[in-house]
């Protein structure tokens, strides 16, 4: 096994809050690493893996990192066995169903008899319609979800805000809150014991103020 620690990144919106946050850790991770996909920090002792969030549980599990960062929209869509040590506190933003202004369904209308959904989020979406009983085809899409009620092709949506903007510009409003998600630190638990000392380490320059 490697002396080094192992942590898998995610590229895309998370990517630099978790650069400035392994920065203040003292863990210096490039601005701009190109199309590599495997980088060694400036400390020369943590190697980085630069993924897709979708992956980055996958390759947690399987011990190709040792631990890694990642929404925790991300984990609520995957099967993959991590164990979730901390909330980062950074990339705050709220997973909702979201349907047009003049549906009315967020002052009390009642849905279709089958509603149709939107959303690249099918686990979650499935799961909370489905504590309701409410009866539901899952349409999977992949990106310009906030399109699918404007054009007939759902009823509602699924999909992650931050600031609401993407929403209010396509007259959508939320309906109701699904959850909550920010950026978390995860494990592979047998990495974790055999590694305990550099990962908690690292852990707690993350969490300091």
Same mark, same amino acid.
């Given at each position: 096994?490697?002396? #080094?620690?192992?942590?898998?990144?995610?590229?895309?919106? *998370?990517?630099?809050?978790?650069?400035?946050?392994?920065?203040?850790?003292?863990?210096?991770?490039?601005?701009?690493?190109?199309?590599?996909?495997?980088v060694l920090a400036?400390?020369?002792?943590?190697?980085?893996?630069?993924?897709?969030?979708?992956?980055?549980?996958?390759?947690?599990? %399987?011990?190709?990192a040792d631990c890694?960062?990642?929404?925790?929209?991300?984990?609520?869509?995957?099967? #993959?066995?991590?164990?979730?040590?901390?909330? *980062?506190? %950074?990339?705050?933003? #709220?997973?909702?169903?979201?349907? #047009?202004?003049?549906?009315?369904?967020?002052?009390?209308?009642?849905?279709?008899? %089958?509603?149709?959904?939107?959303?690249? %989020?099918?686990r979650s979406a499935?799961?909370?319609?489905?504590?309701?009983?409410?009866?539901?085809?899952?349409?999977?899409?992949?990106?310009?979800?906030?399109?699918?009620?404007?054009?007939?092709?759902?009823?509602?949506?699924?999909?992650?805000?931050?600031?609401?903007?993407?929403?209010?510009?396509?007259?959508?409003?939320?309906?109701?809150?699904?959850?909550?998600?920010?950026?978390?630190?995860?494990?592979?638990?047998?990495?974790?014991?055999?590694?305990?000392?550099?990962?908690?380490?690292?852990?707690?320059?993350?969490?300091?103020?």
């Amino acid at each position: 096994m490697s002396e #080094r620690l192992v942590i898998a990144l995610p590229k895309g919106a *998370l990517y630099e809050e978790t650069r400035k946050c392994l920065a203040k850790a003292g863990i210096e991770v490039p601005a701009d690493v190109g199309r590599r996909l495997q980088v060694l920090a400036g400390d020369g002792r943590t190697e980085l893996l630069v993924l897709r969030s979708s992956d980055v549980p996958a390759y947690v599990e %399987f011990g190709a990192a040792d631990c890694g960062i990642v929404g925790k929209d991300t984990l609520w869509e995957t099967d #993959r066995s991590v164990s979730e040590l901390a909330d *980062l506190g %950074f990339g705050q933003c #709220r997973l909702v169903v979201a349907a #047009r202004r003049s549906d009315g369904y967020h002052d009390g209308a009642r849905y279709p008899t %089958f509603l149709r959904v939107a959303t690249k %989020f099918k686990r979650s979406a499935q799961a909370y319609f489905a504590e309701r009983d409410v009866a539901c085809e899952i349409i999977a899409l992949h990106g310009s979800v906030e399109l699918a009620p404007l054009v007939g092709l759902a009823d509602a949506i699924v999909d992650l805000v931050a600031t609401g903007r993407t929403l209010r510009e396509h007259d959508l409003v939320v309906v109701d809150e699904v959850g909550r998600s920010s950026a978390r630190f995860v494990v592979n638990p047998v990495r974790f014991r055999a590694k305990y000392r550099a990962i908690i380490d690292v852990l707690e320059r993350l969490q300091r103020d």
